[in-house]
């Protein structure tokens, strides 16, 4: 199984540049615990790299996050990265996993009837308490997550994209190309567009499989697609899962339910259990905790607790 990599390539005389990603063990542990249908989970595959690929291009501290607001099965898909291409995603159904047909589209799951939406989010790390992260919101008009995430990209960027996105049950893959205004190099062929000089590279990228995206490593495949243009590398990035879930962060949700429907959770079921969405581990909080939690100064909560 190749490496989970990432290799950005630079087109220094088309002001064009070009990232290549194959992902193996940090899918795996992004979807290992989540049993999504095998459409939604090649989805929020597709969405992850698609993340990945985009934060490489942004100078930014925080969270970039990805996400769509689905109408149909998915009710909610989220790709959320962070500093040092650490990743993590999930998705939420609408309905029963087995409902989901195998040959559901992506506008079968997030689509059905015209309201999705697709969303990116920029969280700085330095925001200030109240302020509200970027975000910029776009209805889905795609039949595919590339051709959506194309579009929106060249209209909110302004900057030609082009997008290719596979996923399976071990491995993910994609290639992000895109024009920019300047490279540092010669400067590109003046009397050509954007469009122009991004169709030359195109052709190239146009020629790889989905079994090319899913199963050969970004080097060798960037090479085996590009090596006619003479790219410079001009970086290599391992992306890795990490999630963030912690008891403190459990505590917080717990409490900002309010002690009255804490305590009813925990007369009804007598514990309180929580399943992160993004990783699977559980937490559970029992009538000890919970009375520590909203009455700290006469209970002294345990100092083990951990997920499980």
């Known amino acids: 199984m190749a490496d989970d990599k990432l290799v950005k390539l630079l087109f220094l005389d088309k002001n064009c540049h070009a990232e290549v990603l194959h992902l193996g063990e940090c899918w795996q542990n992004i979807i290992r615990n989540q049993h999504l249908p095998v ?39 989220l790709v959320e990265v962070r500093d040092g291409l650490t990743v993590r995603a999930t998705a939420q159904m609408n309905v029963k996993a087995e409902e989901v047909p195998e040959n559901a589209t992506f506008k079968d799951l997030v689509n059905a ?41 060249t209209q909110s960027d302004q900057l030609s994209t082009r997008l290719w996105l596979a996923a399976g049950e071990t491995s993910a893959g994609g290639i992000l190309l895109q024009h920019v205004a300047n490279t540092g190099g010669k400067g590109g062929d003046s009397e050509k567009t954007p469009e122009e000089t991004l169709a030359e590279i195109t052709v190239y990228a146009d020629t790889v499989t989905r079994e090319e995206l899913l199963y050969d490593d970004a080097m060798t ?25 912690s008891m403190a962060g459990i505590r917080s949700i717990v409490k900002s339910l309010g002690k009255d429907e804490a305590e009813s959770i925990i007369k009804e079921r007598g514990t309180i259990e929580v399943t992160c969405s993004f990783c699977g581990a559980k937490y559970v909080m029992d009538a000890i905790d919970v009375e520590a939690l909203f009455h700290p100064q006469t ?10």
């Open 39 to 77: 459409p939604v989970a090649h989805m929020l595959g597709e969405l992850t790299c698609a993340a990945l690929m985009l934060a490489v291009n942004l100078k930014f501290k925080g969270a970039v996050i990805l996400q769509i607001q689905g109408d149909g099965p998915v009710r909610l898909a």
């Open 113 to 153: 009837h015209g309201n999705g939406r697709c969303a990116i989010i920029l969280d700085a790390a330095d925001r200030a308490a109240g302020e509200q992260p970027y975000q910029s919101v776009v209805p889905l008009t795609g039949e595919t997550v590339a051709k959506t995430l194309e579009s929106f990209l």
């Open 221 to 245: 495949l960037a090479r085996h697609l590009f090596w006619e243009l003479n790219p410079t590398v001009s970086k290599e990035l391992n992306p890795k899962f990490q999630c963030r879930c």
């Open 299 to 308: 209970v002294t909560p345990p100092t083990t607790s951990q997920p499980q």
